[in-house]
């Protein structure tokens, strides 16, 4: 936002000669932030100490930080995918349950998405625009930054569409969803289930390819990308994947939630 001063008008001078003490009024106010200016600048350069405050080490290290978490979460997943595996070779043992107690254990276990589950899939493709982009088509207005990019929006409708299409499980880049994951972006990047992505974002379903990509179609979110992406160019790619596996999730699945403070 930019601000401006009203000039002061050159209406016609008049006899009376002006008056010499002390400052008039618009005098006093540029005085006052030429002044407030020098003591911002100061301080700033007191701060900084020489160094460039837009590119500041703290803030490299917090994108560090975010990314080593995500890393270590990674690895925490993989190390638990290992002992749960352990776990269910030691179950497989006569553990003195009955056959049809086994069966309803898998079918929980696959409704919650720890089972690995395979068939027909489908795998939708969002990425960003290109920096340079403009309107391909008359009427639209040029882009402004938000255009260009993928949004949780973007992400969420996909997800919802291809539920409402039947899908047997999803995975969202290389991690499967249950019931409480949450698809949430922050800035430009992806944040799943304490892991960080950035695009393109590739997300594959399992189940009827055809009910899955009319489920696709149907939505009014999606046709409402489908915009940006015939405007402003947006990434979007549907492709068959033929016959394939999702992993089972291997994340935690514990609640958490807040607590009211003491």
């Excluded at 030429?34 to 020489?50: D, H, Q, R, V």
């Excluded at 969002?126 to 929006?153: F, M, R, S």
């Excluded at 189940?207 to 696709?216: I, S």
Aim: glycine share 10%.
């Amino acid at each position: 936002m930019s601000n401006s001063a009203d000039s002061p008008g050159s209406g016609s001078m008049g006899s009376t000669p002006a008056r010499r003490a002390g400052l008039p009024p618009m005098r006093i106010l540029t005085v006052a932030v030429f002044a407030l200016a020098g003591l911002i600048f100061f301080t700033s350069f007191n701060t900084a100490k020489g160094t460039d405050i837009r590119t500041d080490a703290s803030l490299l290290k917090l994108s560090d930080l975010i990314q080593e978490r995500s890393r270590k979460n990674k690895g925490l997943d993989e190390s638990n995918a290992t002992l749960r595996g352990n776990v269910e070779s030691l179950a497989e043992g006569d553990d003195k349950s009955t056959k049809a107690q086994d069966e309803k254990l898998t079918g929980l276990e696959q409704s919650a998405g720890t089972r690995k589950v395979a068939g027909q899939a489908v795998t939708v493709t969002l990425n960003d625009a290109p920096p340079n982009a403009t309107a391909k088509l008359p009427g639209y207005p040029e882009p402004q930054p938000d255009y260009l990019v993928i949004h949780q929006q973007d992400l969420q409708a996909v997800v919802n569409a291809l539920w409402q299409g039947g899908a047997k499980g999803i995975k969202v880049m290389d991690q499967r969803l249950i019931s409480t994951s949450a698809v949430r972006c922050v800035g430009n990047t992806l944040i799943l289930q304490g892991r960080v992505y950035s695009p393109p974002y590739k997300i594959t379903a399992v189940g009827d390819p055809v009910k899955l990509k009319q489920a696709l179609a149907d939505s009014p979110a999606i046709q409402n990308y489908m915009v940006y992406v015939n405007v402003y160019g947006l990434g979007w790619k549907v492709t068959d994947d033929g016959t394939m596996a999702l992993p089972g999730y291997s994340g935690t699945v514990d609640l958490h939630y807040a607590k009211p403070a003491e």
